[in-house]
């Protein structure tokens, strides 16, 4: 019971803390939470699916075809979410002066949050397969139902709270600085998805390595521990990285980052509207 | 940018692996009762090397390491394949990670002589 409740945690909890970090990112923007909801729901809906096709899926292109799957959803999460930044490297002073401003809602960012959704789809697919596919070995082998739906509920929740917890603790960050620092975990989380896409890709043998542990740091901090785990999902940690991961996940960091640069430089702000009070700590009562 | 970059590198990869395919060595790994029936898989360094995981069960398994940055499901009675390597002489573990009791080593040696 208590295994399964781990291994489900372990499961939910990346997809959890995706979406915690794009609920951060989409912050003010209306109808956000109807377009994230989508995303999950879509996503464990083709979770179902995926797990029902899981022997054909992994069968296809002689064996490779779940890495690749993997690979193609990971890289397609890679670009929405560069997209989402880029596009608020132009917006987020703006988006944020309005919340600052008015303390609503704002209606804008359809297109990110169309990206935010398709992030969401598939950080829920690709974990809840798994969840599915584990927890359906656990109840063929029988006798457990009881406990596995107990360990199963219990590391569901457990994730979703981890979640809810770096939801609220980000909500804590000053409206001021709040796109700069969900922009900087979002271009770190989309390095680290990019990594884990050149990790599967190397595993279907259609990238090489350039060179497998070119450093070994799982005794400083191992990808076993939480804090190792809660790192690979947030910032890519790697404890033993090959080569190409490195290559993809610099690449992704320097292309997004110059983009977002180059956006930034494009549309200049507006500047502060005179009159406006300064209030620093109208964060502390903003929700 | 990074796409055209990515596609290059994908291009560049793929006649790379077409080339070596001929000579890339198999090994296989078996799953039985949810365990590992090779717990320690003796394989050349420096060598890029084709696993096949057979589950031989119809519970799913997952072929997990974290050492080689793998992850696989292998759904019952069905195969997958793995590549692995070129790797540095060492040790690299790997798991089930849907039954963690299932735990098990790559050991890739200095001389160039393939175990198993």
């Known amino acids: 019971m208590l295994a399964t409740a781990i291994i489900v945690f372990r ?23 109807w377009w994230i909801l989508g995303g999950i729901l879509l996503g ?12 054909a899926i992994a069968e296809a292109f002689s064996g490779t075809g779940q890495a690749l799957l993997n690979a193609a959803i990971l890289l397609i999460a890679v670009v929405m979410l560069a997209w989402h930044n880029i596009w608020m490297s132009s917006h987020g002073r703006k988006l944020a002066g309005e919340i600052k401003a008015v ?46 739906s107990i360990g199963g509920f219990a590391g569901l929740i457990a994730g ?8 609220r603790s980000l909500l804590f960050i000053p409206i001021r600085y709040f796109f700069s620092v969900t922009g900087w975990l979002i271009l770190l989380l989309t390095a680290g998805l990019a990594a884990q896409a050149a990790g599967f890709l190397n595993q279907t043998g259609l990238l090489p390595a350039l060179g497998n542990s070119l450093w070994n740091t799982s005794h400083i901090l191992s990808q076993n521990s939480i804090l190792g785990q809660l790192l690979h999902i947030l910032v890519g940690y790697i404890a033993r990285p090959s ?8 690449g992704t ?11 930034k430089h494009k549309h200049r702000p507006p500047p502060v509207r005179p009159g406006l009070p300064t209030q620093a700590d109208i964060s502390t009562t903003n929700p | 940018m990074s796409l055209r970059l990515s596609s290059l590198t994908l291009l560049v990869g793929l006649s790379a692996s077409t080339l070596a395919f001929a000579a890339t060595p198999t090994l296989e790994l078996i799953i039985q009762n949810q365990q590992f ?21 119809s519970l799913p398994a997952e072929f997990e390491s974290y050492d080689l940055s793998r992850e696989v499901v292998v759904p019952g009675h069905s195969s997958v394949t ?35």
């Open chain 1, 44 to 55: 464990a809906l083709s979770a179902a699916v995926v797990a029902l096709f899981a022997g």
């Open chain 2, 37 to 57: 029936t090779t717990r320690e898989l003796s394989l050349p360094a420096d060598t890029k090397i084709k696993l096949v995981v057979h589950n031989q069960d």
């Open chain 1, 160 to 167: 979703i709270l981890v979640g809810a917890l770096l939801y």
């Open chain 1, 253 to 263: 960091l320097v292309t997004i980052y110059g983009l977002m640069r180059l956006m």
């Open chain 1, 11 to 33: 499961e939910v909890l990346e997809a959890a803390l995706v979406i915690a970090v794009v609920l951060g990112a989409s912050r003010g923007i209306a109808g956000r939470g």
């Open chain 1, 103 to 148: 303390g609503a809602a704002v209606q804008a960012g359809n297109k990110t949050l169309a990206a935010l959704l398709v992030v969401c789809f598939a950080a829920v697919m690709r974990e809840g397969s798994e969840v599915v596919l584990f927890l359906w070995a656990i109840a063929a082998s029988g006798g457990h139902e009881f406990g596995m």
């Open chain 1, 243 to 250: 080569g190409i991961e490195l290559v993809f996940y610099a």
């Open chain 2, 82 to 116: 793995v590549y692995i390597g070129p790797l540095s002489p060492g040790r690299y573990n790997f798991f089930n990670d849907f039954n963690h009791a299932a735990q098990g080593w790559v050991v890739a040696e200095p001389v160039a002589h393939p175990g198993n």
